[in-house]
């Protein structure tokens, strides 16, 4: 949080300006610009992020990481195959042929309907 009265209080001794925050000094993070004050050193999540460690969590895909959607379809498809999920239409082969309704006719013979088709 800002420091009120900063300057003011420097000059009265009750602060050093290093406990001043560096946005509001004007400074670097690292206390670098401040005599005296004690330099902050990297931790190893910084160096990560520094050699580009960000570019892993910058992702465009609505699952949070990963590769985004192929909003092009210029990437090859992935994830199960249609045989495998259950409930999904089967493929069928080039010879196949979809059955007809009068040859299901021919095959099992037409009962004679009764009255109203209940007796």
Request: no cysteine; charged share 35%; net charge positive.
């Amino acid at each position: 949080l800002p420091v009120m009265n900063a300057k003011e209080r420097v000059k009265k001794g009750e602060l050093k300006w290093e406990d001043i925050p560096y946005m509001q000094r004007g400074g670097s993070w690292d206390n670098s610009d401040v005599k005296g004050a004690k330099k902050k050193r990297w931790l190893s999540s910084d160096k990560d992020y520094a050699d580009g460690g960000y570019k892993k969590e910058q992702s465009v895909s609505i699952f949070g990481k990963g590769e985004g959607l192929d909003w092009t379809g210029t990437r090859g498809r992935t994830g199960p195959s249609p045989e495998s999920v259950f409930g999904a239409a089967p493929k069928f082969g080039r010879n196949y042929k979809a059955p007809n309704v009068n040859d299901m006719k021919s095959e099992g013979g037409e009962k004679k309907k009764k009255f109203l088709g209940l007796f």
